[in-house]
């Protein structure tokens, strides 16, 4: 039962930008951006792709790119890539813990 | 490069333990929190445990509170996951992951940047 609510899919044509939101984020996140976002490939180990709400990896495109607003965050992708056909999942503070939320199908028409 | 390789998974009954490992190679190990982090057949991911890089602190979700133990061993750069009195709703991939670090700790509890991932080893609870 995540705390952290995400939408279950979005979709998009190559080339276009989508965005993911994360939402029910603690206030406390203001404070120590403790947002990260993670790509999961059809029977792979998650990847780590945002961190402390904007920051990217080293290696990671910079077509990925993180946000918040009020209670929740956002992850975006330009430029969309058959590549990018995951799973993605935000993971933050919530509710007194720390929540995967439950994950956003992402598939490129 | 690091490296993270979960063992241990493997067939338990309901009401039974199993021991998962992760051993750990490429960074300094004492350094670092490690955490477990689940994922059920079909579903999403699920953090469920976290230990900080010297073992002093630790934090469970309330899904395994009480029942599941985290612990690690500088001496063998190695993680573990002792699980008891087992469910059917434990069956999952259980996968193994590095904090980014600095630690970052929010009201007590250590909230992890999962910077590196192991391939997972799956546990099936079952009769």
């Known amino acids: 039962q995540a705390a952290l609510t995400q939408p279950a899919s979005v979709s998009g044509s190559p080339g276009q930008s989508i965005t993911i939101s994360c939402a029910g984020l603690s206030s406390d996140v203001e404070t120590y951006k403790v947002v990260s976002w993670y790509q999961q490939h059809a029977g792979k180990a998650p990847k780590l792709i945002i961190y402390e709400v904007t920051k990217r990896p080293s290696g990671v495109s910079d077509r990925f790119s993180g946000s918040k607003s009020g209670n929740t965050a956002s992850l975006t992708i330009s430029g969309l890539q058959a590549e990018d056909e995951a799973d993605y999942y935000c993971y933050s503070y919530a509710g007194g813990s720390a929540w995967f939320g439950g994950g956003t199908k992402v598939t490129v028409l | 490069e690091v490296q993270l390789l979960e063992s241990g998974g493997g067939w338990v009954q309901p009401g039974g333990s199993l021991r998962l490992s992760c051993a750990a190679s490429?960074?300094?190990?004492?350094?670092?929190?490690m955490a477990w982090v689940r994922q059920a057949p079909g579903k999403g991911l699920e953090w469920i445990s976290i230990i900080s890089g010297s073992g002093s602190s630790t934090s469970y979700a309330d899904a395994v509170k009480g029942r599941f133990t985290i612990s690690r061993d500088k001496s063998k750069n190695t993680m573990f996951l002792d699980m008891n009195s087992l469910r059917a709703g434990d069956t999952a991939v259980y996968y193994c992951?590095?904090?980014?670090?600095?630690?970052?700790?929010?009201?007590?509890?250590?909230?992890?940047?999962?910077?590196?991932w192991g391939q997972g080893t799956l546990v099936t609870v079952s009769s």
């Open positions: 992951a590095k904090d980014r670090g600095p630690l970052t700790v929010v009201r007590g509890l250590i909230i992890p940047v999962f910077e590196s």
């Open positions: 490429g960074f300094t190990f004492n350094s670092h929190a």
